[in-house]
């Protein structure tokens, strides 16, 4: 198992920049596909990006890419989500998450942190 704590969220304005953190427990952080999400009430949860265990690759949903970039160090437990040029519409709670595939899928992800809030002020 792990367990899983993001840090990071806040209030900024549009054009602005964050960086969210999530910090993993357990000696097995790097066995693990990781993936940040978002959801906006009302709305469902989506698929923002992810990160392979392996090699590092990564993948970006379409509202995202060219603005916010995920990465990790296995040395700390830690995958963090660079977001840059930030817009009103990125208003929602990240959620980092924690499994076995690599995936854009919600479902293949077992394991789930709280939470961090991000409000974008136009």
């Known amino acids: 198992q792990v367990q899983l704590v993001e840090s990071g969220g806040g209030l900024v304005q549009a054009g602005g920049s964050l960086r969210l953190s999530c910090a993993a427990s357990?000696?097995?952080?790097?066995?693990?596909?990781m993936g940040w999400f978002r959801r906006t009430p009302g709305k469902e949860r989506e698929f923002v990006a992810a990160i392979r265990r392996s090699d590092g690759s990564t993948n970006y949903a379409d509202s995202v890419k060219g603005r916010f970039t995920i990465s990790r160090d296995n040395a700390k437990n830690r995958v963090y989500l660079q977001m840059n040029s930030l817009k009103p519409e990125d208003t929602a709670d990240y959620y980092c998450?924690?499994?076995?595939?690599?995936?854009?899928?919600?479902?293949?992800?077992?394991?789930w942190g709280q939470g961090t809030q991000v409000t974008v002020s136009s």
């Open positions: 357990g000696r097995t952080f790097s066995s693990y596909a």
């Open positions: 998450a924690a499994g076995g595939i690599y995936s854009f899928r919600e479902s293949n992800y077992p394991y």
